[in-house]
């Protein structure tokens, strides 16, 4: 066994397909299938049972691939760690964000490149679920989520508590001044952010409702902030989001009111694997969101 068996057996889990996995590893198929044999002689068990169409890793494949991914990725990272060494500060910065705290990266990003310019970034987005995935899954170095999210083996720098506001049409009248109260709220009806799978913000804005003694008229969930102005825009509805998320979603048909009685209020954190190499690019970034280094992360 050897390292580019692994990475052959581990592209094959990722594919489900032999001829998928030989185009992504710009191979022709036989001698991808003749390295999967020879690996499952090696080992004395089959590595994958057919469903369909599909390979499916069996028992023993399933601990395979845990591993092999393990030592992929250090494999990786010791390149990474390595070049570093030699190369200095160059390279690709993969960073993930929500949406809605974009604005804290805006102009962090120029002001790296006016100071590392050899730093190129690749940026994702999605809500907070799906962050965690891919720092989880190491396509990205850093992620900058809303809290709270469903993952303990993370490094995190705590972000300044903003509070949320609400984003009406312009051409509804509801407030003199520059306040609602949530009682204002009761009868909107409201386009809230909907994680794609744990809680957040929605639960929280429901929470706060009924703590002033109503359900809310929810008539839209989505996970992407920018969708749901958007609709607020055009005048479907209203929504309750993190002050932030407003200031690169401008939009000509909108108004934002501070909610005079409402507790809501937005965390946001920069994350990054405890058991992962960060690049120097990934460490120098980080330190843009504290005032001392060396970086100095919170458990």
Request: glycine residues 6%; aromatic residues 6%; charged residues 25%.
């Amino acid at each position: 066994m050897d390292i580019k068996q692994l990475r052959y057996f581990a592209t094959i889990a990722n594919e489900g397909q032999i001829s998928r996995a030989a185009r992504k590893l710009h191979m022709a198929q036989p001698p991808l299938s003749q390295q999967l044999k020879l690996l499952e002689e090696e080992l004395g068990t089959p590595l994958f049972e057919r469903k369909g169409r599909r390979l499916e890793l069996t028992a023993p494949g399933k601990v395979l691939y845990k591993k092999a991914v393990m030592i992929l990725n250090l494999l990786e990272e010791t390149v990474m760690e390595v070049k570093e060494t030699e190369q200095g500060l160059r390279g690709v910065l993969r960073i993930g964000s929500v949406k809605s705290g974009f604005s804290h990266l805006i102009r962090r990003i120029r002001r790296f490149r006016e100071q590392y310019p050899m730093i190129t970034f690749q940026l994702r987005e999605g809500d907070s679920y799906r962050i965690c995935e891919l720092l989880r899954n190491r396509d990205i170095e850093i992620g900058l989520v809303r809290l709270p999210i469903e993952m303990e083996d993370v490094h995190m720098i705590h972000l300044p508590i903003e509070p949320y506001v609400a984003v009406l049409p312009k051409d509804w009248q509801i407030a003199a001044g520059p306040t609602i109260s949530m009682k204002d709220v009761k009868d909107l009806p409201l386009l809230l952010l909907h994680r794609i799978s744990g809680i957040g913000q929605y639960e929280m804005v429901i929470d706060e409702c009924r703590r002033h003694g109503f359900e809310p008229n929810v008539i839209c969930e989505c996970p992407d902030v920018a969708m749901l102005l958007s609709l607020v825009n055009e005048g479907v509805g209203a929504t309750i989001v993190p002050k932030s998320a407003i200031a690169i979603n401008q939009a000509a048909n909108i108004q934002s009111f501070d909610i005079e009685d409402s507790t809501l209020q937005s965390e946001s954190a920069v994350i990054w694997l405890k058991d992962r190499y960060l690049s120097k690019a990934a460490r120098h970034f980080l330190e843009t969101f504290t005032e001392q280094a060396p970086l100095e992360p919170t458990e």
